[in-house]
């Protein structure tokens, strides 16, 4: 599996140049949009809109997820003809997600493409089955092209959802990037893991994205270099405000039972979140979520109640400083007003249009697009102009992800430099976590089936480790002549995922064929470097021989 390439670190472009604002903050409310008229629809794209970029110049970018940009000109009415197709990719493409025009987009024509790719290599049962890169394209005569044959940066492991994949660039110069965990927990808090993260990144114009000099973790090994904040569980929107503030929204939990090493999901729902993102923060998944807090973690400036869930899409920054999320389940445009950095009234916007997916701005107002196929899908939201001296607009610069220095509806510590996640973990935890690699396990040999292990076909499992120390699995085969044992470590790989080979082998391939029925106990045992050690077993019974 690819992985981001080994190359020396570059600066960050532009470092901290922010353009001074002139106006003095002032002491009065926020600005509060209102609509100036009803949504006006534009355009009907094929498939769902994922992505939209207004094209300076004039026209708009529409990536469609199932594999396609599509350009809308100066008068927002749809080209003829694809702008890039899927087959452009020389992968197995499984969708098209962000897409980010370069800074200087007017002059080097330059944009990023964040694409899924299925991967062949990995087993049916296997929770990780592709891998998210992103690509550099170039635009000419409004036609964009890939440029090169290989990702810019990729190895960010996909399961086919949770895959994040929203994509920005900062007023510093820098590509900030969502991933998503990919329903794996240990992943968000996992420094080493590209998972459950917002990733910074350096662009040039040539040669791969690298990790910026000044990002948090920078001079730390592997991947911790590219990592900008963690903890995060399914983040689906990215912008700056006028301040240089970075908001983010995400998607709470659905239910989610990892067991008590991970009490955030613990069969919660809902806790939508909108985040303000801060450099080097621990945002908490799954050790919290929605108004929880631990220590070292930072909680959301509005979050949702259990229910009705929003399941936030994209989220923009109005012209009027308020900040505005399209809601999937919610299926509304949700206002949030704010005041340096902090969130003091919110109101829905915008209803009746069915599941919102993207907001984007462009001028004075928002383009929208909402999850249809069968009619109009991009739509123009006029907002009216902003209040003189009201809005984040009179807010001064701050520093890119410092977030700013005001109050906040939750109380939130500040970050630290490492993940909160116990370095020592209690038995209990061991145990599930250990539990839960078992049943993996079990899953993958059942999927897998008897005549393929027969046939010495193996059992292929990618995890994250319970805990920092050894981990073994073993398959115990009881049978008339013995009982057979087979025992494996791990391979971890470069982005410190653990991949356990379990096979059989010619005499546990002859004993399974030798009875009608079997019995295989799958036992996982934990010796953590320090703490409490666990051992956990589990039954598989393969199926019964025929013909």
Same mark, same amino acid.
């Given at each position: 599996?690819?992985?981001?390439?080994?190359?020396?670190?570059?600066?960050?472009?532009?470092?901290?140049?922010?353009?001074?604002?002139?106006?003095?903050?002032?002491?009065?409310?926020?600005?509060?949009?209102?609509?100036?008229?009803? #949504?006006?629809?534009?355009?009907?794209?094929?498939?769902?809109?994922?992505?939209?970029?207004?094209?300076?110049?004039?026209?708009?970018?529409?990536?469609? $997820?199932?594999?396609?940009?599509?350009?809308?000109?100066?008068?927002?009415?749809?080209?003829?003809?694809?702008?890039?197709?899927?087959?452009?990719?020389?992968?197995?493409?499984?969708?098209?997600?962000?897409?980010?025009?370069?800074?200087?987009?007017?002059?080097?024509?330059?944009?990023?493409?964040?694409?899924?790719?299925?991967?062949?290599?990995?087993?049916?049962?296997?929770?990780?089955?592709?891998?998210?890169?992103?690509?550099?394209?170039?635009?000419?005569?409004?036609?964009?092209?890939?440029?090169?044959?290989?990702?810019?940066?990729?190895?960010?492991?996909?399961?086919?959802?949770?895959?994040?994949?929203?994509?920005?660039?900062? #007023?510093?110069?820098?590509?900030?990037?969502?991933?998503?965990?990919?329903?794996?927990?240990?992943?968000?808090?996992?420094?080493?893991?590209?998972?459950?993260?917002?990733?910074?990144?350096?662009?040039?114009?040539?040669?791969?994205?690298?990790?910026?000099?000044?990002?948090?973790?920078?001079?730390?090994?592997?991947?911790?270099?590219?990592?900008?904040?963690?903890?995060?569980?399914?983040?689906?929107?990215?912008?700056?405000?006028?301040?240089?503030?970075?908001?983010?929204?995400?998607?709470?939990?659905?239910?989610?039972?990892?067991?008590?090493?991970?009490?955030?999901?613990?069969?919660?729902?809902?806790?939508?979140?909108?985040?303000?993102?801060?450099?080097?923060?621990?945002?908490?998944?799954?050790?919290?979520?929605?108004?929880?807090?631990?220590?070292?973690?930072?909680?959301?400036?509005?979050?949702?109640?259990?229910?009705?869930?929003?399941?936030?899409?994209?989220?923009?920054?109005?012209?009027?400083?308020?900040?505005?999320?399209?809601?999937?389940?919610?299926?509304?445009?949700?206002?949030?007003?704010?005041?340096?950095?902090?969130?003091?009234?919110?109101?829905?916007?915008?209803?009746?249009?069915?599941?919102?997916?993207?907001?984007?701005?462009?001028?004075?107002?928002?383009?929208?697009?909402?999850?249809?196929?069968?009619?109009?899908?991009?739509?123009?939201? #006029?907002?009216?102009?902003?209040?003189?001296?009201?809005?984040?607009?009179?807010?001064?610069?701050?520093? #890119?992800?410092?977030?700013?220095?005001?109050?906040?509806?939750?109380?939130?510590?500040?970050?630290?430099?490492?993940?909160?996640?116990?370095?020592?973990?209690?038995?209990?935890?061991?145990?599930?976590?250990?539990?839960?690699?078992?049943?993996?396990?079990?899953?993958?040999?059942?999927?897998?089936?008897?005549?393929?292990?027969?046939?010495?076909?193996?059992?292929?499992?990618?995890?994250?480790?319970?805990?920092?120390?050894?981990?073994?699995?073993?398959?115990?085969?009881?049978?008339?002549?013995?009982?057979?044992?087979?025992?494996?470590?791990?391979?971890?790989?470069?982005?410190?995922?653990?991949?356990?080979?379990? $096979?059989?082998?010619?005499?546990?391939?002859?004993?399974?064929?030798?009875?009608?029925?079997? $019995?295989?106990?799958?036992?996982?045992?934990?010796?953590?470097?320090?703490?409490?050690?666990?051992?956990?077993?589990?039954?598989?019974?393969?199926?019964?021989?025929?013909?």
């Amino acid at each position: 599996m690819a992985l981001p390439r080994p190359v020396p670190s570059r600066p960050a472009i532009g470092g901290a140049a922010l353009v001074a604002l002139t106006v003095g903050l002032l002491a009065v409310p926020a600005a509060q949009a209102v609509p100036t008229g009803a #949504p006006i629809e534009l355009a009907t794209v094929p498939g769902t809109p994922w992505e939209l970029a207004p094209i300076p110049g004039g026209g708009t970018f529409v990536v469609q $997820r199932d594999g396609g940009i599509v350009r809308l000109d100066a008068q927002d009415r749809l080209v003829a003809g694809d702008a890039l197709a899927r087959t452009a990719i020389p992968r197995d493409v499984r969708k098209f997600l962000g897409l980010a025009l370069a800074p200087d987009f007017a002059t080097s024509r330059l944009a990023y493409l964040y694409v899924s790719v299925k991967t062949a290599e990995n087993p049916p049962g296997d929770e990780v089955n592709g891998v998210n890169g992103i690509w550099r394209l170039k635009e000419q005569d409004g036609a964009l092209t890939v440029v090169g044959s290989e990702p810019v940066f990729d190895g960010i492991d996909s399961d086919g959802n949770h895959d994040g994949g929203r994509m920005v660039f900062g #007023p510093d110069g820098a590509l900030y990037v969502t991933t998503g965990d990919i329903h794996m927990p240990a992943r968000p808090q996992d420094l080493n893991s590209l998972n459950g993260k917002i990733l910074r990144l350096s662009a040039p114009a040539s040669g791969p994205l690298t990790a910026p000099t000044d990002n948090p973790f920078s001079t730390q090994a592997g991947n911790a270099r590219y990592v900008w904040s963690s903890g995060h569980r399914h983040p689906q929107g990215l912008a700056f405000d006028a301040a240089g503030r970075l908001w983010e929204t995400e998607h709470g939990p659905t239910g989610e039972q990892h067991g008590d090493a991970f009490p955030g999901g613990d069969g919660k729902q809902g806790r939508d979140e909108l985040n303000v993102i801060t450099k080097g923060g621990n945002y908490g998944w799954p050790l919290v979520s929605g108004t929880e807090t631990r220590p070292g973690t930072i909680a959301p400036v509005a979050v949702a109640g259990d229910s009705p869930a929003w399941a936030p899409g994209d989220v923009a920054v109005g012209a009027d400083g308020s900040i505005y999320s399209p809601f999937l389940a919610g299926q509304e445009l949700r206002r949030f007003d704010v005041r340096q950095g902090s969130v003091f009234g919110q109101a829905s916007h915008v209803q009746n249009l069915g599941r919102l997916r993207v907001a984007v701005a462009r001028g004075s107002d928002l383009l929208v697009t909402r999850d249809s196929s069968t009619g109009p899908n991009v739509l123009r939201v #006029p907002l009216s102009a902003p209040t003189p001296g009201g809005s984040d607009a009179a807010d001064p610069p701050v520093a #890119p992800g410092t977030g700013g220095n005001g109050p906040r509806p939750v109380p939130a510590p500040a970050p630290v430099a490492t993940p909160a996640a116990p370095t020592a973990p209690s038995a209990a935890q061991v145990r599930s976590r250990a539990r839960s690699l078992a049943r993996r396990v079990r899953t993958a040999a059942d999927r897998l089936g008897r005549r393929r292990l027969e046939a010495g076909r193996a059992i292929v499992v990618r995890s994250t480790a319970p805990s920092v120390g050894r981990t073994t699995i073993e398959l115990r085969l009881r049978s008339s002549r013995g009982t057979l044992l087979v025992r494996v470590r791990p391979r971890t790989t470069k982005a410190g995922v653990q991949r356990y080979v379990v $096979r059989l082998g010619p005499t546990g391939r002859r004993r399974l064929r030798a009875a009608s029925t079997r $019995r295989i106990v799958v036992r996982v045992a934990h010796r953590p470097s320090s703490g409490a050690s666990a051992t956990t077993a589990v039954g598989l019974t393969v199926a019964k021989r025929r013909g």
